[in-house]
Each structure stands twice: as C-alpha cells, then as structure tokens.
C-alpha cells in the first residue's frame, strides 16, 4: 500500500468512516463551497471615516506609518518627500502596475527602477490589492505588477492603497479576491502584513528590521 | 523514532535547569513578557472568548472529516500545480525531501521555522547527505549555531541572554571585525540579518512548515513576525511545505477566524507581521516566486490519535500560551522535557508520538493548576489529557513502585470515608503542630521530592473536609 493510502486507510479506520458516506461529503462539500463567515468581531463593522480612521489607529498600533493623499497624482510627491524626510537616497523600486504607472512619477527626482528585487534596494513601492482596518493590514497579491521580492528585501516598503479598497474585516477581502481571481483560486501568494518587520528572539525584546523591512509606510488614496 | 529523546531523563534534566542561573535568568523573559501581552489582547477584542469558541469547532469539524479535507486540498494543489507528498514515518519524510532536494541539485536549504523540521530531524540527515541547511528565522539560527534544540515553540531561543548569543556569533562569524561591538541586542541582529541575506540569496531549496493548509484553495499558510519565511520561499527554485495533516482547515474564512486567536494567544500581537497565503508555484505571468512547490504531509502517528481521547491535542494550533502560562515551563524550561515539544501541550503530544514508556514523566510534571487550558485558544483539556496519560501509564505498570504502593494506600483510605477522615485528622494535627513554629517544613520524611526545590507550608492543624464542614454550616447558619 502507498504511503498516501495508508494515511488516508489509517485516518478512516480511527473515525470509524469509510469516506464515502453521501451524507459526510455533501457535508464537506457544502462547507467549501459556501465558505460560511463565523464570528466577524463588531470592530471592523464600520465605514466611511470612521473606518479609515480605525485602519490608521491599527497600522500605526503595528509601527507602520500613515499618509493621506487626496488622489494619486499626489503620491509621487508624498513618497518623494517621505524618503527627503527620512534622509533616504531617492531612488526607488516598483513593479508594473498600471495603477502606479500612470502617476506622475517625472515631476519628481526619484529614481525609478522595475521589476522584482535581488536584494540591494534600499526602497520600494506595491500597490495593495486591499486593507484590513480591523488590524491595520495590508493585503497584496503577487504577480509582476507587484512582485513579492518588493515586500521583503528592500529596508523601506511603501505600499499605496485606495481609501475604497480598506475593508472593515478579512472576510469582505476574501470575497473580493474571489471575485477578482474566480472561485477557490489564488494567486501564487496573498501577504497579509500588518507593520514592519521585528524578532523578539534576543531576551524577548522587539527589534525592527529582522529579515523584511525596516520601515512599512502606507500612502491612502482618498480619491 | 524520530530525533533523539532525553525524555525519560525529565527528573535529571529538571535538576539541572533548576541549578542553571543562566536558563533560570533567561526564563524570567516569559513570565513577565508573554503573559500579561495576552491577557492585554484578549481584553481588547470582545469577541475573544467566542472565537476561541469557533476556532474549537472548526478544528473539531476538519478532523471529523479529516479523510475528505485531505482529498480536497490534495486536488486543489494538483491543480495548481504543485505536488502533495504523504509521510506516514520520520523516516519517510526525510526520503522525500532529500529526494526533491536532490532533483533540484541543492548544495543550500534555507529554512523557515518549522516544528516538524524538529520532529523529524531534517537538518541532520541533509548534512549527513553533503546538503547545508541554514535555519533563518532569528531564535533558530542562534540555536543551529550551538546545535541545540528549541526550547520553545514560537521563541526558540527563549533560554539564552544577549551575551550568550554575542559569543556564538564570535565564534562562528569570524569573517567579520573581531573588535566589532556587539554589546546592544540591534547590533546582533542587524549582523544575522547581513549574514543570512546571503544566505537567502545563494539558496536552492527552500523549506518552509506551515500554520494551516485550506482545503478550499489548497493553500499553505504561514504566520511570522520576521519575514524570514517568505524570503525562504519566494527566492530559491523550489519551495517545500513540510507540515503534518491536522493543519488542515475547510476554507479561508475559516482560518481568518483561528487566526483572530492565534497572535493574540502567541505574543499578545494582533496580528502578526506576516501571514502569507501560498497557493502552488510562480504562474506563468509572476516575475518572481519558486517554480516548483511541494508539500510533504507528515502523520507519524497523528491518525491513530483520531477517535480516541488525545484526539483533541491535534486541535492545537501551536501558539505557546500553554507553556507561557505553566509553572512548571518557568521553572525548567524547555529542554528538560527532552524531546521537540515541551510545556504542557508537550506533554500531552510526546507520549502519543515518542511513546508512553519514554515519555511518561511528561504528563506527570503538572501542578494540575490548570491555566494552561484557561488559555488555550482551541480550549484543548490539558490537564484532562495529562491525566489520561497518568491513567495511562499505571494501567500498563510503567509508575514506579513507590508511587503505585503510595497510589494504592491512597485508594484504599479514599473508599473508606470514616478512616479517611480519621487518618487525615491524625496527619493534618501532627503536622500542625510540628510546623507551628516555622509555618513550613524544610524536610519531610517520604517527601525529599518536594522539599529538595521547595518548602512544604505546613497545614493549621484542621483537615480540608472539616474546614469545608464547618464553613457550610456557617453560612447556611
């Protein structure tokens, strides 16, 4: 018998079930295919300001930083002036998402540079696919508008989401994502981060800056 | 057998952890740190209590049907395009991944952190077959470098202090400026943090564990604070997800709920930094990302423990609260436990997987005080279990002579209420009236277990039973 048969023979023999009761897989079935919600905390159940207001409360309770910009023509400068502010070269990092392509990058200083990282960039920027005000999350899908090495090899991440984009909970992502990418598909990976990186390995004191960044900053497009 | 056991040691072992100012220093880190961040979390979130609650039954449901989620999320990763692999030993699972490490003609494995990886001894038999691993999350890697095991499950390196990691990374980085200054914690990790990027850079293969797999999608999930995981996998060729089949759950809400308890039981955090979501390798349009994904699904005994009383231990989602909370972990911390999992939740899990008769001391080093269940986000019946096993051992004759004849004069008296009563009232006033001048005893004849550590507060001269009595009769007076 196979490994993989065993395991499964074993797992049956212990429930006492055989795996092809019609009851136990419509069961299951159901259950994958309706996704039922839970217990969805009061917390994030509020909108408009207010949950844009919860979401930097939460992002910043997590050591990120927060900035407003009321359209996307504006982030070019912000990020600009973000790195100024911070004493950071003005270069910068990014993939090929059109959302970031049409901002007004020229009318600043920065030096852009595409594609994923190989790990010498100090900065770079994503565009979020989604927040959580719930925790101050940010939720980004991988793929070359966005590519992963961006959110974990350069010192300083800059990530761009859209005011409309902050949900009040997980749940509401996840249905987005299904709608986005079909159902019970994923893109290769979706990062939840919520604040820069940090070890509490040394006498469980926290550092900033273990393997990821050292510094997570989002920029809210209000517009 | 896995790796190897000092468990039948425990009483040794404990003797010596007692004695080691060092551990003993390092270990007042978790009595103050993770304790009271967890109860500040728990507070902060209402509906807390009620998701400890959902994630109980979520967890009890997937291993009802345990068979079905499997062949669901197998599917689901086929069709993503990655590969599912079942383990049923140790052995087997070490086959397997050097197998794929081997097609992908590894010379480096960089490695998340993963209690499986322990388990299963992985990093030995890659060395023994001329492949590096490199362990990269922080508290790892520092105890990869004194070759020694975790003693904890989310802070591996819980027993060490600053200085004592400042003279390994002397000792092993010796490429680096020997009159460097290493005297501030941030100095030794922005070098590991140096010396591990090159690390991530030159990897092969990289293995990752994973907190939850989802049937629904067939995804791997891991959760960490560093980021260390994910640059594990999205920069070497091929990403391995060795893991084991209770982290099964049915969808992604499902696991958006247990996640709501997970950092708030582990560290006090909301959420922790990273929760990466894995679904197959890199598609055909991504820029970056492994090109092959594997999953190693280990069981190693975990489906005989279904349908019986310890089936409820594979509900645990590895936090740690239990061992942050135990009295017993502060005081000896976790290598005395002897083998991968210490702590309460450890000494329920050994002795299903390593056996009861190496593992038996486990279930017996409990004050039965009961917090670690109080805490647990999955409200497993720690002590219950602990007990079971307790049952466990004098059933097949493995508690020691002593403690059986103790055992069965103890029995004896408590079915017989009348001479119970008498004898305890015999003990209780000799003993009162011993210890009335010092109100503790130092030394006691057939209790040098208890008094070598500690000493026993005498009793004030009344029985349990009469106290209760006399209470009762007061307050319904």
Redesign the interface.
Known sequence: MSARDDVFANIRRSLGVKGSETIRRQMVADRLERAPKGLVPARGQVSGEERLALFRLQAEAALATVTEVAGAAEVPQSIALFLRNHNLPATLRMGSDPRLDRMPWAETALEIARGPSAGSDLNAVSHAFGAVAESGTMVLVSGSDNPSTLNFLPDNHIVVVAAKDIAGDYESVWSRIRFAFGKSTMPRTVNWITGPSRSGDIEQTMLLGAHGPRRLHIVVVKD | MTVHTTSPQFKTNAARALADTQLQK?LG??K???IDKRRAAAEK???FE??RD?ARD?KN?TL?????????YEG?VKA?GGHV????TAE?ARGIILGICREAGARTVTKGKSMIAEEIGINHHLEANGIVPVE????EY?IQLRNEMPSHII????HL??TQ?EQDFRRVHTHLDAKRDLSE??Q???EA?AV??ER??AADVGITGANFLV?????SIIVT????G??TQ??PKTHIVLTS?EKLV?????V??I??VLARSA?G???????????????A?????PENYHVV?L?NGR??????SFEEMLRCIRCGACMNHCPVYHAVGGHAYGWVYPGPMGAVLTPSLIGIDKAGHLPNASTFCGRCESVCPVRIPLPKLMRHWREREFERHLTPATIRSGLKTWGFLARRPALYRVATRAAMGVLGLAGRAKGRFAWLPLAKGWTKYRDFPAPQGETFQARWRRERHRRSA
Do not use: C, W
């Open positions: 390092a880190n978790v103050q740190g993770f979130l209402p509906e009620a998701l959902s979520i449901h009802q049907h345990l068979d079905l989620y499997l062949e669901a689901k993503s692999h079942f383990a049923r087997e990269t999350d922080l508290g520092i802070a591996p390196a819980v202090n600053a990691v914690p941030v030794l990790l922005t943090r591990l990027r991530f850079l049937a629904e999608t067939g995804t604070n560093e980021g260390n994910d640059l999205i920069l089949i049915p969808t992604l809400e499902d958006s709920q996640l709501r560290t955090q909301e959420m922790s930094v990273y929760t990466t979501f894995s679904t197959g390798p890199r598609r349009a991504d820029s970056d990302g699904l069981d489906s005989s423990m279904l349908g019986t």
